[in-house]
């Protein structure tokens, strides 16, 4: 197994988190990981990118050129990832944002109004949570378990009270990427 | 076995400088290797040892100066433009003998250039940025993991042959997390007391540490002492790894982010039988030279890949005394080079990658 993963999205969606919380939790399934942020001069607002790659062997470079599997969070990220998703990978698009929709017919793609399930679960804002669970339903990377599990050792103890809407929406997510 | 932990570089590389026994750090912020002074200012504090955010980069080296010659471990941390400003110091540590570790997450040059990866660095670190006849040592780790094994071993490299020595590493390498164990400790070295150190003279004799030294024969003399030490380091802390190297016929060359980039193409070509290997350089100073003349025997030729225009090249045609061809592929500005990008450039040599892999 091995998947080379891009979170794509504005600034201030929760991006780098997602790679995190994914590659956290696969490191705990004892998987080989690697996370690369976009490091410029980001801005609440501006693009951000994450690079996961989670790998059952060492992993040599950690830069990714052709996703496997892409999580498109807004337009502007689907317009930049959709042409560089692997042939027969997986593209996720927020649509409950995005103002354009996917052209490419040689790709999965999964289009989930994300922003209305954070809201179902409890929060609008933790879409991210939402689109980490319709990857994992789609994509059985790592069990829903070891995400969940693993939000506890990376969210800080002061946010714990938020844990159980974060499930909600992974969970929810979860239903929706595997239908 | 200690347990894994996610981690950026930057991070790894400051917790392990705690563990190795550093209780003074120095710093002044820059984009990318701001990690390392937030990550300190914090931690420091806990393990009881002192975190100063100084007024510049030139105050950081001093202080370090000053904190080394009380017997501290003690480093400072930067990026390119921070460490040009560093180098007198860094010059002045090497003549006054003084371990430190410092710290150069690479960004794009010359000037202010840009925050992204870079290694184009390499000639100031390893030729010697400040002035006078000194070297330090400098290390290149390539993973998360040698941030942390690398930067242990940097202290005790400092401590034991009590002079500077550099972690060169670049954007990728601080801000990439991977997993990381702590499971080195101090080495026996590291506890070991320093016979030189300015304490306090009472009931011993008053111990000098200074850098002018005006009488000729003397100076002389002191920097024949060094280059001794040197070759003595050049003949001791030469490291690298090899990939492949019995039977390859182009053996890639690269350190740090550039090395996992090449080491990719290694394993891609490898799966179709092309006889590629991989040499990386850990120590940039001491270079480690033995392992190119060895290897330069069986190989046909090199490629050096760089995130410069071209400076280790320099190194690499020095080892084997030229005796090979040696080409090279490098991008700058922070850009990095693809795979793609280098199995063109192998193309390009030797038609390396079109030819049938049943062919000697």
Known sequence: MREEIVFAGFGGQGIMFMGKAIAYAAMNEGKHVTWIPSYGAEVRGGTAYAMVIISDEAIASPLIKEPTICVAMNGPSLRKYEIKVKAKGLLIINKSIADSEAKRKDIEILNIPITELAQEAGDHRIGNMVALGALLGRKKIISLESLISGLEDIVSSAYHNLLPVNERAIRKGFEYGSR | ?????????????????????????????????????????????????????????????????????????????????????????????????????????????????????????????????????????????????????????????????????????????????????????????????????????????????????????????????????????????????????????????????????????????????????????????????????????????????????????EDVKLAIDCAKPVHFYGRTGGKIPDEDEIIKELDAISGFSDRRSDRG
């Open chain 2, 1 to 313: 076995m200690a347990k894994k932990v996610l981690m950026c570089g930057n991070e790894a590389l400051a917790e392990a400088a705690i563990i190795a026994g550093c209780r003074f750090y120095a710093g002044y912020p820059i984009t990318p290797q701001n990690e390392i002074p937030a990550y300190m200012s914090k931690r420091m504090l806990e393990a009881g040892g002192v975190f100063l955010q100084s007024e510049s980069e030139l105050a950081a080296i001093n202080m370090v100066f000053g904190s080394s010659l009380t017997g501290a471990r003690a480093m400072t941390s930067s990026s390119s433009p921070g460490i040009s400003l560093k180098q007198e110091g860094i010059s002045y540590l090497a003549a006054c003998e003084l371990p430190a570790v410092i710290v150069n997450i690479m960004r794009g040059g010359p000037g202010l250039g840009n925050i992204a990866p870079s290694q184009s660095d390499y000639f100031q670190a390893v030729k010697g940025g400040g002035h006078g006849d000194y070297h330090q040592i400098v290390i290149a780790p390539a993973s998360v993991q040698e941030m942390a094994d690398l930067t242990m071993l940097s202290f005790d490299l400092a401590d034991k042959y009590r002079m500077p020595v550099m972690i060169l590493g670049d954007g990728i390498l601080g801000q990439m997390m991977e997993p990381v164990e702590f499971s080195l400790q101090p080495s026996a070295f590291s506890l070991q007391p320093k016979d030189w150190i300015l304490d306090g003279c009472k009931g011993r004799k008053p111990r000098v540490i200074k850098s002018l030294i005006l009488n000729e024969t003397e100076l002389e003399n002191f920097n024949l002492k060094l280059q001794k030490r040197y070759r003595e380091i050049k003949d001791k802390e030469q490291r690298c790894e090899v990939l492949y190297g019995e039977d390859s016929e182009i053996m890639l060359v690269a350190y740090g982010t550039t090395s996992r980039v090449a080491r990719s193409v290694v394993e891609k070509l490898r799966k179709i039988g092309k006889k590629i290997g991989i040499i990386r350089p850990i120590t940039l100073w001491p270079f480690p030279e033995r392992t190119f003349k060895k290897l330069e025997k069986s190989v046909k030729s090199f490629l050096v890949v760089e995130m410069s225009c071209g400076q280790m090249i």
